[in-house]
Every structure is written in structure tokens, then in C-alpha cells.
């Protein structure tokens, strides 16, 4: 496990870097559980604002316990045209964020707009359950800080977002994640599709970000699909442990 202030630059670097999907609603002791399953190889926490309940004090309370275990928590949020309340979300204790179902390169702008804080972006100083606030009194000292190691991501799971990943992977933005059930019936949808399946649709936007600072998360949801995307260029995986 790298610590929290190191996790940014080794995305950035295109280093494997592996994260643990968990409910909001996770008792510590199925945290540790999950952790275990793990073996030590997460670096991050991931929870879904999108497509499961969701509270701001729920995700307070998220974050307190993931804390707890030095893992900083990646949320996505729930609706795309809410990327002006990054800073919002970010206020309540995540160290990062997923934008979901982005295709335009405004969105990307406005994501990171709201994200970092300036001269980066715009991002609003305050909250006090925002991450490791306490260590860095002076709001400077804070911005700095966090422009250094918050993480954002956006979501690309039509044709579109892919035809468009080179819009998309925009300074500030240190990853690309993989929607494949979106994503493919995206593909289905169309008669005559750029890409034919997903694994195409990963390969291309590999071949766009190469050279850049963003990399590619897939969600392989097990181990054993780990390899079958780092081929096709993935960097960051997504899992989600039995237990």
C-alpha cells in the first residue's frame, strides 16, 4: 500500500495501481474483511454515489472509516451536469472523484474547474471533514496540498466519450474509467460502431492518452481479469472482493 500523498503520481507514472469497490453502508468489520481479501494490494477505496443509496452523512461516515485504514476514497457522483459540485462532495471527505457518462470536453473543463484549487481551478476554501484539512492550518499550505495529490477521473462509457478521449484527457484529469456495461450497450446500439466491443473501445483510448498524464482504469471486478486490460493498456483496476 502506497501512502495516500504518493497514490496521484504513480496513476500519473502508469503504475498498476488496484482499488476496492464497498457499499456506503460497510460495517468496519466487513471493511477489514474486504481489506484482507486484498492481501494488501489496495491503494484506494471506491464508492458509488450513482447507481446505489446515497446521503451526505452516509459518505461522511464513509470516509471516517476509510480513514481509519489510511485508504483514501474515490466517489463517483451521481449525475454528470453535477460536475460544478466537485468541491461540494470533496468538502464531506473523499480524496477524489469519478464523473460519470462524460462526453464533451466542457464537462472535463468544468470537472476540473471545481476540483483543484487555484490557480488550478476554482474549488471553494472550506469544510471541515475535507481530507487531512487538519495536517495544514494555513489554507495556502491546504490548496497546495491537495492540487498535489487529489485524484479525478472521468467516465467514458458511450462511443462518443471514446471518439472524444483526447478531449478528455485534459491536464488535471489522471484518469480515464471504463463504464463496459454502458459502454457496450452503446456499441449495440449503433448499426455500424467505430469500435466493435469494448476491449476495442479500451485499446483505442489507450493509443489516445499515450504520452499524456492520464491513464485508464478498467473495472475488472476480479483478479483473474487484472492482466486481460493491463494488455490492452488499462493501469488502474477496480475490484470488488466476495465478501
Sequence with gaps: MVPAEELKAKIRNGEI??????????SADE??????????????VFVDGQHSPFS??????FCQLASRFELPVR???????????????????????EVPQVEEEGTADEATESFYYPPLGRRSV??????????????RDYA???????????????????VNAH?????????LSFGPADLTLDIEAHPNPPYGSVEECVSAVAATVK???TALCFRNGTPDLRQKYADLGATVFLERPPV
Excluded at 495501481?17 to 460497510?26: K, S, Y
Excluded at 471493511?31 to 484506494?44: I, T
Excluded at 497546495?144 to 471514446?162: F, H, K, M, T
Design 75 to 97: 466517489l463517483r457522483i451521481l449525475h454528470t451536469r453535477q460536475a460544478y459540485l466537485l468541491g461540494t462532495y470533496l468538502d464531506l471527505g473523499a480524496s477524489g472523484i
Design 144 to 162: 497546495d496540498w491537495w492540487n498535489r495529490n487529489g485524484v479525478l477521473w472521468l467516465q467514458i462509457e458511450s462511443l462518443s466519450a471514446v
Design 17 to 26: 495501481t488496484i482499488g476496492v469497490g464497498m457499499p456506503m453502508t460497510v
Design 126 to 139: 472550506g469544510g471541515g471533514g475535507r481530507r487531512s484539512q487538519e495536517d495544514f492550518p494555513d489554507t
Design 31 to 44: 471493511f477489514e474483511s474486504a481489506l484482507a481479501y486484498g492481501k494488501g494490494e489496495y491503494e484506494f
Design 167 to 175: 478531449k478528455l484527457a485534459k491536464p488535471g484529469v489522471d484518469c
Design 211 to 213: 504520452g499524456t498524464q
Design 56 to 61: 451526505e452523512r452516509a459518505l461522511v461516515d
